[in-house]
């Protein structure tokens, strides 16, 4: 089966090619969050569109966020929703504390990025 280069650059999206933060970039994400209060509540009715909605704009505009948990005490299905919202928002989980987790995204736009990652 061949691949027909249209085909190829319409489905090619570079967002899927972004590598995975390192342990130590990890780290160095989680010490800036530590200041940082939770934008995000997720309750009873858990990942719905609205949440998605503003996961992605507190990711656009923060690029860094906490959110917590409220209702899901069990850790599978908090597992299950992190999974969610990586896949949806096209994020990264850098840390869970509790009922509080902690995404990356860096922002599309190198001008409005806020914050620089350490590289070794």
Do not use: W
Not at 48 to 70: G, Q, R
């Amino acid at each position: 089966m061949a691949i027909h280069s249209s085909n190829f650059k319409k489905n090619l999206n570079m967002e899927n090619f972004r590598e995975k933060l390192k342990g130590f970039q990890r780290k160095y994400l989680r010490g800036l969050a530590h200041g940082m209060k939770p934008v995000i509540l997720i309750g009873q009715k858990g990942i719905t569109d609205s949440v998605v909605n503003a996961i992605e704009e507190a990711l656009d505009a923060h690029e860094l966020i906490k959110l917590k948990f409220i209702d899901f005490r069990v850790k599978e299905r908090k597992k299950e929703f992190i999974g969610i919202i990586e896949k949806k928002n096209r994020c990264e989980m850098v840390g869970m504390i509790g009922h509080t987790a902690i995404f990356y995204r860096r922002h599309r736009d190198p001008e409005k990025r806020k914050l620089s990652i350490p590289e070794r």
